[in-house]
């Protein structure tokens, strides 16, 4: 049982990848050099999800840097990150998916409060502002 009610997840987005347990972001970007992240994850972040990060080898660094926590996640190069995806959805009936849910909740919850906290703005309105010299 979850410590939420599924009313509370948010379903603006009407889209049933984000109402699942675990959601692979498909970045549009997948070099190590460059990391960008898209609508993808962060309406993955906000929905309570296992974000999965399919991009970037360094994509999890990068959100833990921001202040996001993604210990159920793996950085590695791209073709052995879809091997690790690959295996973890062949290896993992659904009871093994709410079991890690049920176990990452800590986790689940301080995303959630990262996602929305106004430091995060900060960053990025500093980030935009260093950049357009506003």
Request: proline share 2%; glycine share 2%.
């Amino acid at each position: 049982s979850l410590p939420y009610a599924r009313a509370d997840v948010d379903w603006s987005n009407r889209h049933p990848a984000y109402s699942a347990v675990y959601n692979i972001t498909g970045e549009s970007i997948s070099e190590d050099e460059q990391i960008f992240f898209t609508e993808k994850t962060w309406k993955s972040l906000r929905s309570r999800c296992l974000t999965i990060n399919l991009g970037s080898r360094y994509a999890n660094q990068y959100l833990q840097q921001l202040g996001f926590l993604t210990d159920h996640d793996l950085d590695l190069p791209l073709l052995d990150k879809i091997q690790w995806i690959r295996d973890l959805m062949q290896n993992t009936t659904l009871a093994d998916a709410f079991e890690a849910q049920a176990c990452y909740q800590d986790l689940i919850e301080h995303n959630i409060s990262r996602f929305y906290s106004s430091n995060l703005k900060k960053i990025f309105v500093n980030y935009l502002r260093d950049r357009l010299r506003i």
